[in-house]
T-cell receptor, first 113, second 113 residues
Framework: GDSVTQMEGPVTLSEEAFLTINCTYT??????LFWYVQYPGEGLQLLLK?????DKGSNKGFEATYRKETTSFHLEKGSVQVSDSAVYFC????????????FGTGTRLKVLA | DAMVIQNPRYQVTQFGKPVTLSCSQT?????MYWYQQKSSQAPKLLFH???????NEADTPDNFQSRRPNTSFCFLDIRSPGLGDAAMYLC????????????FGPGTRLTVL
């Protein structure tokens, strides 16, 4: 079945470091791909999305490119801040005629001052 | 601002005592979802409504029920909460069923004593 695999956390970085959180997927058809961020005690907020191959989603300095050839949607940010500390979820939707989300397990990011 | 609202943010109940969680939306979206999220895990879809049509996930326990009296409101009823039902409950909406992004509320943290 369809699935999303994220790198395990926690990822611990110093402020201003470069961030990569890997996300790969297995899916039939052509899913839409999403990154959500969850701050402690809060719900999920959409960070960025891409709906077709080679699309690049970007928001708040974060970027991710939909790579069909490698079935990947890695999240990157050039310079992280302490305020970026959160859990990041990769998700896909829209395969096999379904709208339901398939989430990865989440990656916790800790940014140290 | 259009949004998804969940009340209460924190709910404490006793083992076996029925509890209802509330979700409302000002987005006028057709689809409303309920997720259960346990600590350090991805959200797990319990069920959703597309307009008035209720769709239960196959592995959702019978102890969990839902009502959607109108477009704006959706309720999650837990008939006899057990200790294992302690979790964050997330409500989400989407405009329709076809590959649209989901908008999440802030969640209700349920504690079962």
């Amino acid at each position: 079945g369809d699935s999303v695999t994220q790198m395990e956390g926690p990822v611990t970085l110093s402020e201003e470091a470069f961030l990569t959180i890997n996300c790969t997927y297995t899916a039939t058809g052509y899913p839409s791909l999403f990154w959500y961020v969850q701050y402690p005690g809060e719900g999920l907020q959409l960070l960025l999305k891409a709906t077709k191959a080679d699309d690049k989603g970007s928001n708040k300095g974060f970027e991710a490119t939909y790579r069909k050839e490698t079935t990947s949607f890695h999240l990157e940010k050039g310079s992280v801040q302490v305020s970026d500390s959160a859990v990041y979820f990769c998700a896909l939707s829209g395969t096999s005629g379904t709208y339901k989300y398939i989430f990865g397990t989440g990656t916790r990011l800790k940014v140290l001052a | 601002d259009a949004m998804v609202i969940q009340n209460p943010r924190y709910q404490v109940t006793q083992f076996g005592k029925p509890v209802t969680l509330s979700c409302s939306q000002t987005l006028n979206h057709n689809v409303m979802y309920w997720y259960q999220q346990k600590s350090s895990q991805a959200p797990k879809l319990l069920f959703h409504y597309y307009d008035k049509d209720f769709n239960n996930e196959a592995d959702t326990p019978d102890n969990f029920q839902s009502r959607r009296p109108n477009t704006s409101f959706c309720f999650l009823d837990i008939r006899s909460p057990g200790l294992g039902d302690a979790a964050m409950y997330l409500c989400a909406t989407s405009r329709d069923m076809k590959w649209n992004e989901q908008f999440f509320g802030p969640g209700t943290r349920l504690t079962v004593l």
